[in-house]
């Protein structure tokens, strides 16, 4: 039997351990990506491992998520990476340059490389045939340093497209479609290829919004082949040499296989609170909108927001309706100007916003009291927008642009004609927002601010942990619940001040009690430390004292997030046993020597029960009992 494409990809950059599924191994990392709110931790990180200069072929630092600058943090942080940047040889993609997943994609994903980035999103590359990989910044900083990345080997899913998309139905539907068969963990350990005759119908763009949101099914990362469609790509970016063929075997094999017909798609929304909850917009059509966002990783490209402008063109905003669009890079904005598609968006009444992440991250734009927004992007966690009764349902842009014309969640097809897109043969390349680094590198002083304050380290592991239940949660925790970004984004370069606000829209009282019984464990249900990639959802709770967090099952790049900072991660074996603790209860677990299965003492209620740490190695092991895994690197191990 033959590789598929993924395999291809990981079997060219194995560096220890077996291409077998579930089996521990370790990657070469050709690339890695590091955004503002994730980056200054991993920088601060990588200073610590004592590297003078990133060992990675590419590695580039973008500034997109916390870019309001309300006060000298946002400024003070930019200006840290900047110098960093500089000093350690990598790229650094200024504020106002764009989302980093959309200018990856433009200016330097390739097919056949691998990449690590800092950000949940990063398989966005997979749409030109990376092997893209989200993970905690301290993974990312490792990877910058030169060293493998650890991973289980992967699954691999196959879905095989067929057919084409009919009019006003596109590539948001289809990764909604995906969602709506694997649901929010159904891609745990696994990697998502596509391939089949519908692939040769999609764009790179379209593709890219496919590989983004696979992020969604848990999957480790979603890969397209790298075809002809992927050199045009390229080709318009000035990048015809970063090309390479990589089409999987005619005998690949897959572990799964799920067949998608592309013709019997239609227009389709995730809907509150979950990207898992997914309705055809024909079912939930006519609701009441007060707000419409276009942009994000997911949905920005100029294919997207072109598209948004020839639907709206001659159109006004319904009066009820509030719309905001952000482009997901610079160049995205400057086609759009040039073309006059931005005054199309702006006669129709769109409000404008930096090239940014901006509203997917709660960085303004939220929706009024119990509002409804209907947005393009990838997310639609309780709370995450800044309103924590808002309502928000994920669409493609057609659905977004009829939308804030009716004022009305509105099936696409009711604007009538789909008029036709053309996008340039060469894009309008412009790097001069990407500054190189140094070549003097001793020269380059290290801007602190007064909010970068200095990493919290954890003591290493206890033979015994024992503690009270700080917190006992239900299924389906998302790390926007452990760790609010939002408006204490600025706070993400200082651990001990934004500790205070771990688990606020959940329990507003969790960070003192953790504080004042001297920490504890954490009880959690399903698929717990699903979303993003910030490693403070681990190392706050770690500054708070929590030791263990035992659930029902993890997220991956939480769960390693949990390692890396010393947390030790358990599932039950038997999940009935979490209906037997209780917030409040004591609990007692023998951890040295690590056995495959450990019992856990309920003091409180004099019961025990099995439990499973979750480590797939003995490294795992090491770093856990050094206390983390930066610990452990600097002990020598
Ligand atoms: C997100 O979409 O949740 C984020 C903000 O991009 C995160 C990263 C972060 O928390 O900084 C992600 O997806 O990893
Ligand atoms: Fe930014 Fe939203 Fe994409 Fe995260 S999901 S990288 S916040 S645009």
């Known amino acids: 039997m033959g590789d598929s494409a993924a395999v291809k990809i990981l079997k060219k950059h194995l560096v220890e351990g077996e291409p077998v599924k579930g089996q521990e191994c370790a990657i070469r990392i050709d690339q890695t990506l590091t955004q503002d709110a994730t980056g200054t931790m991993a920088y601060l990180q990588f200073e610590a491992l004592g590297v003078p200069r990133v060992k990675t072929e590419l590695s580039v630092s973008y500034v997109d998520h916390n870019t309001a600058q309300e006060d000298f943090k946002n400024p003070d942080d930019h200006r840290y990476l900047q110098s960093i940047a500089a000093k350690y040889g990598i790229k650094f993609s200024r504020p106002g340059n764009g989302i980093c997943h959309q200018v990856h994609l433009e200016r330097f994903a390739r097919p056949g490389r691998t990449l690590l980035g800092s950000d949940s999103h990063t398989p966005t590359a997979g749409g030109v045939g990376s092997i893209a990989i989200g993970a905690g910044g301290l993974d990312v900083a490792f990877a910058m340093a030169g060293l493998p990345f650890h991973l289980k080997f992967p699954a691999i899913i196959n879905i095989h497209l067929t057919g084409k998309l009919s009019p006003f139905v596109s590539a948001k539907d289809v990764i909604l479609a995906v969602l709506q068969k694997l649901g929010v963990n159904g ?27 696979g992020a969604e099914t848990g999957a480790t990362t979603s890969v397209f082949p790298s075809d002809e469609i992927t050199l045009a790509f390229l080709k318009a970016q000035d990048r015809e040499k970063d ?21 019997e798609l239609e227009p389709m929304a995730a809907t509150p ?101 209907v947005r393009t992007f990838n997310r639609n966690f309780e709370g995450r927008s800044g309103t924590k009764d808002g309502k928000l349902y994920l669409v493609s842009p057609e659905t977004a642009a009829a939308t804030a014309v009716f004022g009305k969640l509105t099936d696409p097809r ?45 003591d290493p592991l206890e033979e015994v942990i024992t503690g009270e239940v700080l917190l006992k949660t239900g299924d389906n925790i998302t ?12 706070l993400r370069s200082n651990v001990p001040e934004y500790a205070k606000h771990v688990f606020e829209g959940v329990d507003k009282d969790f960070a003192d009690r953790a504080k004042a019984k001297g920490g504890g464990f954490i009880i959690g249900g399903n698929a717990y430390g699903q979303g993003s990639s910030r490693e403070h959802a681990a190392l706050c709770p770690m500054y708070l004292g929590v030791k263990a967090v035992i659930v029902k099952s993890f997220a991956r790049i939480h769960l390693k997030n949990l390692i890396n900072f010393g947390i030790v991660p358990f ?31 309920n003091v409180s209620k004099n019961l025990e029960f099995t439990i499973r740490p979750m480590i797939v190695s003995q490294r795992d092991i090491e770093i856990l009992k050094a206390g983390g895994e930066l610990a452990f690197t600097k002990s020598g191990s």
């Open 187 to 213: 891609g745990l350990n696994k990697v998502i290829e596509y391939t089949g005759p519908g692939v040769k119908t999609l764009s790179v763009p379209d593709r890219a919004t496919i590989t983004n949101m």
């Open 243 to 263: 090309w390479e063929e990589i089409l999987p075997d005619a005998d690949a094999e897959y572990d799964e296989v799920v067949e998608i017909n592309l013709s």
């Open 273 to 373: 609170h979950s990207p898992g909850n997914i309705s055809a917009i024909k079912d939930i059509e006519g609701l009441e909108v007060q707000q419409v966002c276009i942009g994000s990783c997911t949905n920005s490209s100029l294919r997207d927001l072109r598209t948004v402008a020839a639907l709206l063109k001659g159109r006004t905003v319904h009066p009820g309706c509030s719309l905001v669009i952000s482009p997901g890079s610079r160049q995205v904005f400057r086609e759009l100007a040039d073309s006059g598609d931005l005054g199309v968006l702006i006669g129709a009444g769109a409000r404008i916003l930096e090239c940014t992440c901006g509203p997917c991250i709660g960085q303004g734009q939220a929706p009024p009291s119990a509002g409804v927004s």
């Open 414 to 458: 009711k604007l009538g004609e789909m008029p036709e897109i053309k996008l340039p043969e060469s894009f309008l390349v412009d790097d001069s927002m990407i500054l190189e680094p140094s070549d003097n590198p001793d020269g380059i002083e290290i801007l602190r601010g007064p909010n970068i304050a200095p990493l919290p380290m954890k």
């Open 479 to 490: 790390t926007d619940h452990i760790m609010p970004a939002g408006k204490y984004l600025p």
């Open 571 to 601: 599932e039950f074996v038997n999940a009935e046993d979490y209906d037997r603790i209780e917030q409040g209860d004591k609990l007692e677990v023998r951890v040295i020597p690590f056995e495959k299965e450990m019992v856990l003492k």
